[in-house]
Structure formats: structure tokens, C-alpha cells
T-cell receptor, first 117, second 112 residues
Framework: DVKVTQSSRYLVKRTGEKVFLECVQDMDHENMFWYRQDPGLGLRLIYFSYDVKMKEKGDIPEGYSVSREKKERFSLILESASTNQTSMYLC????????????????FGQGTRLTVV | KQEVTQIPAALSVPEGENLVLNCSFTDSAIYNLQWFRQDPGKGLTSLLLIQSSQREQTSGRLNASLDKSSGRSTLYIAASQPGDSATYLCAVIPRDTDKLIFGTGTRLQVFP
């Protein structure tokens, strides 16, 4: 039972290209996240969305933007890909802790390994 | 600002050993703490979720405890197996934000 799906497992893009990473969740979660993961640096939050059309910068938003037009879909956009954006990108979703249900378990997609050449 | 630390960074044990992974956090005002497993090149798989009102959770050979007052959680793995080899991460959701804050993980290797 797949809950969070990322559109690609592997991507290879050229420097300067505009890149779209898509994430879809089927649990009606309010919150969605984009992280990047690099060896020795752990998971770093790029952007966070707590509702449709609402977004908040994470720790490393530079060079990225996001779009959330529908509750189930959260897109990460690399406006002009650079080699230092080569990384593993992970999408996650949770219910809002303020939700009437108390289960705020986070679910992750399978990850997208992006290589920028 | 909430910070999450995991010790040790890496651990190598023989099959069959019971082991403990540690997670500490600086601010006790959290909604929950969650433990994840990550295999190389893959996404994160949720193992256990402990709500702030709970003290522990168990699933099979895994037991996670939470002590908010001391800012600590432990993940206990009983009778370790080579299939347990992976990176284990803990994460908290602080009460002043909905964001998941991660530790840097413990890389576990269980050898036959």
C-alpha cells in the first residue's frame, strides 16, 4: 500500500536545466516536506508546506522553489540546476499535530537520486 | 532551536547481540519522536512512533523508549540479525513547529 510516491527514482540533468521533482501522497495529510540527503550532512530541510498554496523555507532553500496547488501533490523545482545540487531528494508527509487525530507519523517516498552533469 | 543527536555514529556487532541506539534532543517540548530505518540508496521506513504522552512503543524485536524530561530516546534491538544492517534515524516534531527535525543517524552493521 504505497502512501508517498516520488515521480522518479533516478534523474540525470544538465547544468542550467529547470528540474521538477514530484511527490504525491494519498493520506490526506496537511504537511509535506522536501529534504536533501548528502553523506556526512544528514537530512536537511529544503521547504515545507502546511496547506495548499502555503509554504515555508527550510534550512537550505537557496536555488529551489516549491509548488503546492493540490493537497496531495508537492513539487520541488530547481530553477537552474547546478552540480552542487546533485543529491538524494526525499519527500515526506504528516498530519498536522493540531489535527483532531493524534497520529502524526511521518511517511517518506522512496527517494530521487538526482545527478546534475 | 531544537537539535537532535545520535550516538554512536556507527556500530558493528555480531549476529545475536542485543543492542541499544541512542537519540537525544535539546528541547523537551515535542509532539512526538519517531524512529526510522534507511537502507542504502532508499527512502526512510518508519519503525516506531512515540507520542509525547507515551513512554515506549514495541514492534517485534524493537522497543523504543522516550524520556522527555531528560531529552532522550533509545531504540533497543533484540537478537540482532544481518538483515538489521541499515542506518537508523530518529526525528522529533517540536511543539513550536510542524517540522521534522532529524538526527544524523547511526549506521549499524550486523555480521554473521
Amino acid at each position: 500500500d504505497v502512501k508517498v510516491t516520488q515521480s522518479s527514482r533516478y534523474l540525470v540533468k544538465r547544468t542550467g536545466e529547470k528540474v521538477f521533482l514530484e511527490c504525491v501522497q494519498d493520506m490526506d495529510h496537511e504537511n509535506m516536506f522536501w529534504y536533501r540527503q548528502d553523506p556526512g550532512l544528514g537530512l536537511r530541510l529544503i521547504y515545507f508546506s502546511y496547506d495548499v498554496k502555503m509554504k515555508e523555507k527550510g534550512d537550505i532553500p537557496e536555488g529551489y522553489s516549491v509548488s503546492r496547488e493540490k493537497k496531495e501533490r508537492f513539487s520541488l523545482i530547481l530553477e537552474s540546476a547546478s552540480t552542487n545540487q546533485t543529491s538524494m531528494y526525499l519527500c515526506a508527509s504528516t498530519l498536522s499535530p493540531g489535527h483532531s487525530l493524534t497520529n502524526t507519523e511521518a511517511f517518506f517516498g522512496q527517494g530521487t537520486r538526482l545527478t546534475v552533469v | 532551536k531544537q537539535e537532535v543527536t545520535q550516538i554512536p555514529a556507527a556500530l558493528s556487532v555480531p549476529e545475536g547481540e542485543n543492542l541499544v541506539l541512542n537519540c537525544s534532543f535539546t528541547d523537551s517540548a515535542i509532539y512526538n519522536l519517531q524512529w526510522f530505518r534507511q537502507d542504502p540508496g532508499k527512502g526512510l521506513t518508519s519503525l516506531l512512533l512515540i507520542q509525547s504522552s507515551q513512554r515506549e512503543q514495541t514492534s517485534g524485536r524493537l522497543n523504543a523508549s522516550l524520556d522527555k524530561s531528560s531529552g532522550r530516546s533509545t531504540l533497543y534491538i533484540a537478537a540482532s540479525q544481518p538483515g538489521d544492517s541499515a542506518t537508523y534515524l530518529c526525528a522529533v516534531i517540536p511543539r513550536d513547529t510542524d517540522k521534522l527535525i532529524f538526527g544524523t543517524g547511526t549506521r549499524l552493521q550486523v555480521f554473521p
